[in-house]
């Protein structure tokens, strides 16, 4: 997959209000390249779906710019800026049949009918859903429905895409399904897209970057490996996979490494995010998969012994708990071969090594 | 690749609140421009031929023109009087100029019956002392009886006034006038007059509430033999309150059995429910005439079971009037009865069965506040639409079982007296608003379930 | 046990009371219809043999038969213009108050609903006045208006519910397809609130049909309709040929009634697809 230096969406500056007191997104700057399937991942009210309904044409930005192609699309109305859409629950139209849902873009167009006829057959094709052209959308399963929603945000030949939560209404199994499905089709028919979900897995999965968004600001935006293996933040930290998260004080800065004095005392070796200063209190964040338990962990910088308060079964592996950096507790991710020879109450020595673990703001 | 700023370019955009408001604004606008043009036809159209002709005939309750506009010279004059005693001679003077201007004839009637709703007979005075008046070498008969214009909505009691030509009438107007007749010189005729020249009067307020001005200028009851209108309110009420409590009864059973059936029975049986509904109100009525009448089917039915042998009077009384509009109102109470039956789980009822309640515990703890809202939102719908009632009572009651709607419509078409019609329909408006409120209230909190 | 006994006694005791009632809506057309055919000119069962001529008297050529024709005439033209005024009128205004952001709008909607809970006679007795002034009284466009007004809430209250039902998410749809917000209203919006629309239509016309008050205030004695010869019918002397008129103006709701169901079984249908 190609992608073109030259941005092809850019927001520069962007402002959106609804009132006074409640700024939703501040002073936003983001660029997507074409071709790129950019994910705005983030809780809701973090100002992720305000900037997709500015991108698409439903929101006007209170203060910025919003550049598509080159061309600054603030003030012009949705119908007129050719960016496909789909939405949570579909927005299919429920009178219409299946073919009529996508002949609808193309009647718009003023397409002769002919042409009409090869570019909807095309798009169902494309979604596997070629038997379907008289069908109502009421006849159809959820999965069906959000395949044609798609094809019909496909069928004129948008050079963007813009998808707000598409998956939402979809069960676990189906979802997955889906987000391997809209990938693939991404990735044959490089059409940009701008993804907005509230789901981690969803935009790790799919997404060439993501976008973290809270409380109106992008907290990170990176592929998703770097803002798994490296979050910026304590918010992305915490909001993307699992993390332990424990409460600390920079003592002494070497580099790139500082180390972090926890609460009961023990002193972590850590990477510091965005330069440490001594005496500023940060958060350690360790996930629970990095930390090595038993003859492993002894050799490593950072390691300590506690005793076992709790052992979680979670099929696919097992999770023990032990108290660790005064109030905190640290969650462990073991397998079950690792976890036999443990019950409540032993002694364990636990430890990770500093490039696992981060000194977060 | 990308840049991203986290809000830290002071310089480059940041928004101080003033250039935010504004913009603000400005976005809302366009947006509510739209929905305010797509609103306003309809907002136009609703005030002014329905806002605007309500509250002007609001007005006519105060409303207190026909003293100025009949006796002008007597409405300046009379400013000067002091309210004791007999007024002075200019007033007395100038009531006889303007009764004996013959070109301001309608108006001066026009204030004479708009006296008369004040004091009971000064419509007769008036058309007396003018006859007189015109026949300047005439007195009347000392004995001359006074024909008073009965209290209430009728002012149509013509006086007939003897006049014996005996006597010249005297120069002066005052001592002419009581020579007329005697009432002149009592003040209470004069202070009537006063009260017709203020910019607006109570009398028609107050007589819709059975009270008056009394002659001390203090408020105070209409003798009892007068009195109507507070029993017509409590009548108005009162049958309005029984065909909801009617409709109650007998509108939730038929609701329960309802939503107890299968969903196509269901739906056949509220079909028939709304046939009723949507059949105009004059068929009905129509219908119940024929049925209720003394040679009509019911008596018929009556007479053939030997349950009677002389017809039961069922129509032009209450009996009528309550079956004809529980006929027509309930399906207004079975409809948001029903949605309501339906809206609740059968989970709690079950939940309460569960927890050991008998069936009659759970009907009345658990089940009949949760239909409340339902139940209240009906009745009280049932009870404003009772309040206006005019057609059925109208047709199938008898004289004492008209509503206010009816009195409102006579005192207008019978009457012309504007002024008690608009009272009335005050009273009846607030009726209806104090309901409304309760309503609100109630389908609030039915909502907030 | 003995709780149960008592429940079905209950219940008995419930569908009982349930048909009474059902019957005591349904007994007076039932009853009442069959005398229109009656062939002697009383109100008493059995009917000594069934005719049709007091329908004959309404349909023939005798002068009466013309009034009752120009009555009819009367009506329909007077609940058709009304219902076509309420029906635009309501429509826009209950998609305005929708959108949500309109100014005064708990005010401005309490304005536009109360001919629905004003006393139908007060509002006749003002509007006799105000109508008197502007030169409306004993005119066709007066009686319209007037009934218009009486019918705008119950369209506002149909295509309100239908808009309830709207998924806003479909207007938007159609504009990220490139279609015109004209377009989307009229091939998305106005199709799926069409249901609502139509029944709103169809009871403001059943309203002016039905409607007598407004016009004993408001018409000149030349303004027929057929409930003002009813009622005059009914207050005069009561013949059988009113009571063919009821029947014929019964048969004309219970169709309207019929189609009314059907559009909502309809809406209920699209709605059930969202």
Known sequence: MSVKTDPFVRFVNVYKA????????????????????????GPSGSGKTTTLMMLAGFEEPTSGEIILDGKAINGIPAYKRGVGMVFQNYALFPHMTVGENLAFPLQARGMPRAEQQTRILQALDMVKLSNFVDRRPGQLSGGQQQRVALARALVFDPSLVLMDEPLGALDKQLRDHMQ??????????????????????????????????NEGKIQQIAAPSEIYENPTTDF???????????????????????????????????LSADGAIAGESRKLSVRPEAILVGPEAVDLPNNYAASVKEIIYLGDHVRLIVPFGGPDELAIKLTHRRAAAIAVGDKVRFGWNPDQCRALV | MSTIEIGHDVGAATLDKRRLERSLQKAGRHQRLISVSLVAPLAAFTFVFFVIPIFAFFTFSVANTEVPRGLPLTSEAIKEWSGEGRPPQPVMEALTQDLQNTYNRTAVIGAARRLNYDIAGFHGLITKTITNLSEPITQPDVSSENTDVPDGFSIFGTSETTTTPTQTLPKDAGERLVSIDSRWGEPRYWQAIERGTWTITPIYLLTALDLRIGDDGSIESVSPDHRIYQALILRTFGVSAAVTMIAVILGFPLALFIKRQPANRASLIMFLVLVPLWTSIL???????????????????????????????????????????????????ILPLYSVMRSIP????????????????????????????????GALLVFIMCLGFYVTPALVGGPRDQMLSYFIAMAVNRDLNWGLASSLSIVLILIVAIALLLLKRFSASALAK | MTTTAIERIASTLVAVIAIAVLFFLMVPLLVAVPLSFNAEPYFSYPMPGLSLRWYQEIFGSTVKGIEWRNAFFNSVVIGVSASILATVLGT???????????????????????????PVVVYATGAVYFFARVSLIGTYPGLIVAHALLGTPFVMITVTASLAGYDRNLTRAGLSLGASPWRVFRKVSLPLIGPGVASGALFAFVTSWDEIIVTLFLAYPNQQTIPRRLWAGVNEQLSPVVIAASTLLFLVTLCLLVVTEVLRRRNARLAGTL
């Not at chain 2, 569960?354 to 809202?373: E, H, I, Q, T």
Request: glycine share 6%; proline share 4%; net charge neutral.
């Open chain 1, 18 to 41: 609804y009132d006074v007191n409640t700024m939703v997104v501040k002073n936003l700057n983001l660029n997507v390249s074409a071709g790129e399937f950019l994910t705005l991942l």
């Open chain 1, 180 to 213: 391997l499905e809209i990938k693939h089709l991404h990735d044959r028919i490089g059409v940009t897209v701008v993804y907005v979900t509230h789901d981690q897995t969803e935009a790790l999965v799919m997404s060439d970057r993501v976008a973290v968004f």
């Open chain 1, 236 to 270: 992305v930290a915490q909001f993307i996979g699992e993390n332990n998260r424990l409460e600390g004080t920079v003592s002494e800065v070497r580099g790139s490494e500082s180390l972090l004095v926890l609460k009961d005392g023990s002193a972590v070796r850590t």
């Open chain 2, 283 to 333: 068929v009905r009525t129509t219908a119940w005439l024929v049925l209720l009448q003394g040679e009509g089917l019911l008596n018929d039915l009556i007479q053939w079971l030997h349950l009677s042998d002389t017809p039961i009077a069922l129509i032009h009384n209450r009996i009528g009037v309550l079956v004809a509009m529980v006929h027509i109102c309930l399906p207004f109470m």
């Open chain 2, 346 to 377: 059968p989970t709690y009822t079950r939940a309460a069965a569960s927890l050991g309640a008998s069936p009659a515990r759970v009907f009345f703890k658990v089940y009949l506040p949760l239909v409340f809202p339902g139940l209240s939102a």
């Open chain 3, 92 to 118: 826009s205004a209950s998609l305005g108050i929708a959108r949500g952001d309109l100014p005064f709008k708990q005010s401005l909607q309490a304005m536009m609903l109360s001919p629905l809970v004003i």
